[in-house]
């Protein structure tokens, strides 16, 4: 890190409130590599660069949980030749990346279908999950094989089971239970959602948990979006005022003024 770098950040830290937790919708690999005339993957592989970037800068500005969206359900869906591709890029990432999280003391995690992934993929996120699994300084959580719908349906299924065997009343369903079935149930609200190139729509991700979330879209393709923005987006963040449907209330008063 440099000392710009060090600066910067605790130029952050004291002008406000840290998100405890960031989501990000890396966007743009296709299109970056296009610009470049390259192939899709070749953006992918760029994209690993910032995954690698953004996820230190976090650690490094007080950021408790990271999730990245990096691989939807519907991405299934992609001709064979980029999702194989893909999922050999999260193998070798694994690979050569798990030792550098765990010296900086980042715990992984995921959510999603994992199941669907080749055994080569869950064998390296098993053993890498595993490792940094005592790690306590951020972490870093990835969202594979994922999306909104799934996880509200994997819950909801889940708790039809339980109301059926009578180990829970229909009654007793609020939002903190169905939160507690979600893949996400160790994870806070996310604070902060960043999409990267452009697009303004959640395309699936966390759904039922982005309910009061801060967006920052930029138009920066994932490749290209790097600590300076990320710093940018938490600056942005700062500078929102949360009133989660109730009424503002000025940092020096207690009670709202009702005008
Ligand atoms: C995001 O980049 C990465 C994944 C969804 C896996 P894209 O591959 O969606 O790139 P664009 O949006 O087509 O440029
Ligand atoms: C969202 O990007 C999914 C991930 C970043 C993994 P997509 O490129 O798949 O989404 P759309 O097609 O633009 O909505
Ligand atoms: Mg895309």
């Known amino acids: 890190m440099s000392t710009e770098e060090r600066e910067q950040q605790r130029y952050l830290q004291d002008r406000g409130e840290i998100p405890t937790h960031i989501a990000v919708i890396m966007d743009g690999n296709g299109r970056w590599a296009k610009s470049r005339g390259n192939p899709r993957i070749f953006g992918h592989k760029a994209g690993v660069d910032s995954v690698r970037d953004i996820t230190e800068a976090c650690a490094e500005v007080g950021v408790r949980h990271l999730t990245l969206y990096a691989f939807s359900t519907e991405n299934w869906g992609r001709p064979k030749g980029e999702v194989s591709a893909l999922m050999k890029l999260l193998v070798q990432s694994l690979r050569s990346e798990t030792n550098k999280l765990h010296e900086n003391n980042i715990r992984l995690s995921t959510i999603g279908d994992i199941y669907r992934l080749p055994p080569s993929c869950r064998k390296e996120l098993e053993y890498a999950i595993e490792r940094t699994s005592e790690n306590s300084r951020m972490e870093l959580c990835l969202a594979l094989s994922y999306s909104g719908r799934w996880d509200i349906r994997q819950a909801v299924k889940m708790l039809a089971e339980k109301t059926q065997k009578g180990e829970i009343a229909p009654d007793e369903i609020d939002d903190e239970v169905i939160s507690h079935h979600l893949s996400t149930s160790a994870l806070p609200d996310p604070d902060l959602i960043i999409r990267t ?59 709202p003024t009702i005008i």
Do not use: C
């Open 197 to 255: 190139s452009g697009e303004f729509r959640m395309s699936n991700f966390l759904l039922w948990q982005a309910a009061y979330s801060e967006l920052y879209i930029t138009e920066t393709f994932w490749p290209d979006f790097r600590r300076k923005e990320l710093y940018h987006a938490i600056e942005s963040y700062q500078d929102r005022d949360r009133r989660f449907g109730k009424v503002a209330v000025s940092k020096a008063q207690k009670e």
